[in-house]
């Protein structure tokens, strides 16, 4: 069975320093992985994916991470953090032999990011 | 931009009403989902529809929910008896296919009292 764990249930970063959110997967075959962001009182929005292109993956608001294989992890990362990326951030894993297309949710991690 | 829509926003329910959760998925969206997160909690998996019938279903998913596309248009969730351990926020979630990015309502904040 699919698992995605998420290192660090709350991160907090001063304004302009690196943002590094932890992945992990388990998956039998390599998954298709995203990472979704969710502001207070809003819905789930989709930063970036990974379906088996390039690994290095670019996102929207300056984010993007890294799919390693040999890792299984799916790191979130952002040069400079800004006030406005204080959010939930989920890592999901969708099973690519599935006809489902169901996601499966890490714990998630709450960003601070203080000025 | 086209977007996934939930109606209402919040509800709120005695313990073994009947309640109705409603979506108006993205128009060209074959799959469609329902996953509910209790406060504090991860996002979790309840239901797949593909095709007017239930692709997969969780654990959680048991006889006291249902799923229906009653039109071209909606989706709806309903849950037969409340309980108190319903009460979650409910997001509604469609897609093109597998391959493809799920987009995700708002949400339904439901309250069992």
């Known amino acids: 069975a699919q698992s995605v764990t998420q290192l660090g249930s709350h991160v907090s970063v001063s304004e302009g320093a690196l943002v590094l959110l932890r992945c992990n997967y388990s998956s039998s075959v390599p998954p298709y992985l995203f990472w979704y962001v969710q502001y207070p009182n809003q819905g789930l929005q989709l930063l970036l994916k990974y379906t088996s292109a390039a690994t290095l993956v670019k996102g929207i608001n300056g984010f993007e991470a890294e799919f390693k294989k040999s890792e299984t992890s799916f790191h979130l990362t952002k040069p400079s953090a800004h006030m406005s990326d204080a959010a939930e951030y989920f890592c999901?894993?969708?099973?690519?032999?599935?006809?489902?297309?169901?996601?499966?949710f890490g714990q998630g991690t709450t960003l601070q990011v203080k000025p | 931009e086209p977007e996934v829509t939930q109606t209402p926003s919040h509800q709120v329910t005695q313990m073994g009403q009947e309640v109705i959760l409603r979506c108006v998925p993205i128009?060209?969206?074959?799959?469609f989902y329902w996953y509910r997160q209790i406060l504090g909690q991860k996002v979790e998996f309840l239901v797949s529809f593909y095709n007017n019938e239930i692709s997969e279903k969780s654990e959680i998913f048991d006889d006291q929910f249902s799923v229906e596309r009653p039109d071209g248009s909606n989706f709806t969730l309903k849950i037969r008896s409340t309980k108190l351990e319903d009460s979650a926020m409910y997001f509604c979630?469609?897609?093109?296919?597998?391959?493809?990015?799920?987009?995700f309502g708002p949400g339904t904040r439901l309250t069992v009292t």
């Open positions: 999901a894993v969708s099973d690519r032999s599935s006809n489902t297309g169901k996601l499966i």
């Open positions: 979630a469609s897609h093109r296919s597998p391959t493809y990015e799920q987009y």
């Open positions: 128009s060209n969206h074959l799959y």
